[in-house]
């Protein structure tokens, strides 16, 4: 079992940036690709960004490409996303999740651990 606890949400300015961490406990960070998910009130989950096992490869929805950026540190055990240029429309519930293996997803139902998450509000 992984326990993941997302931290660094909170309430922003259109423009402004956020980081996001998620701390991960249990098993071996290191054998888990790692992704970052958003839910709006009222919106499904949705993809945002994620990182694989050794941090070297990356991606990102569209909608955040050029802002948000993913990184991972395997000695601390953390997830990161870096997200610039913040809008209203990334106002939602950030969650991280992970995946044991090689390969990575974009889908929700394909990861098996999640955080509890952290609300990001950007205000215009």
């Known amino acids: 079992q992984v326990q993941l606890v997302e931290s660094g949400g909170g309430l922003m300015q259109a423009g402004g940036s956020l980081r996001l961490s998620c701390a991960a406990s249990g098993r071996t960070f290191s054998n888990y690709a790692m992704g970052w998910f958003r839910q709006a009130p009222g919106k499904e989950r949705e993809f945002v960004s994620v990182i694989n096992r050794s941090g070297g490869s990356t991606y990102y929805a569209d909608s955040v490409k050029g802002r948000f950026t993913i990184s991972r540190d395997n000695a601390k055990n953390t997830v990161y996303l870096q997200m610039n240029s913040l809008k209203p429309e990334d106002t939602a519930v950030y969650y991280c999740?992970?995946?044991?293996?090689?390969?990575?997803?974009?889908?929700?139902?394909?990861?098996?651990?999640w955080g509890q998450g952290t609300q990001v509000t950007v205000s215009s």
């Open positions: 999740a992970g995946r044991y293996g090689t390969s990575w997803t974009t889908i929700v139902g394909e990861y098996d651990f």
